[in-house]
């Protein structure tokens, strides 16, 4: 099954997580990483989204910022997010939900 492909933005303040699809305000991927990222605050667009299903970013995940690029991936469902990115070196892991609240 071929799996969606939708340009969004991610955002990482802290422990916080948001992730957002481009003109889309009534999903919201929030959550919230096991530690704090060594940076403030990151904005990361445009990224893509990979999902089947709209539900695929509800639960745990792994990420990495590094290398020139930023990977998330939800291991349950096949879900992931990617996009370019000048910071890094670092690995995290963390959990998210969907927020259908505009």
Excluded: C, M
Excluded at 6 to 30: A, C, E, L, S, V
Excluded at 37 to 53: G, M, R, S, W
Aim: no cysteine.
């Amino acid at each position: 099954q071929q799996q969606e492909e939708i340009p969004g933005w991610i955002y990482f303040d802290g422990k916080r997580f948001q992730g957002r699809i481009h003109g889309n305000t009534y999903w919201n991927i929030k959550g919230e990483l096991d530690e704090a990222l060594p940076i403030d605050e990151l904005l990361i667009d445009p990224v893509v989204f990979k999902l089947n299903h709209p539900t695929d970013f509800d639960g745990e995940f792994t990420g990495h910022i590094g290398r020139g690029e930023a990977v998330l991936k939800w291991e349950k469902t096949g879900a992931s997010i990617s996009g370019r990115s000048g910071h890094g070196d670092f690995a995290f892991k963390g959990k998210t939900y969907i927020d259908w609240s505009p």
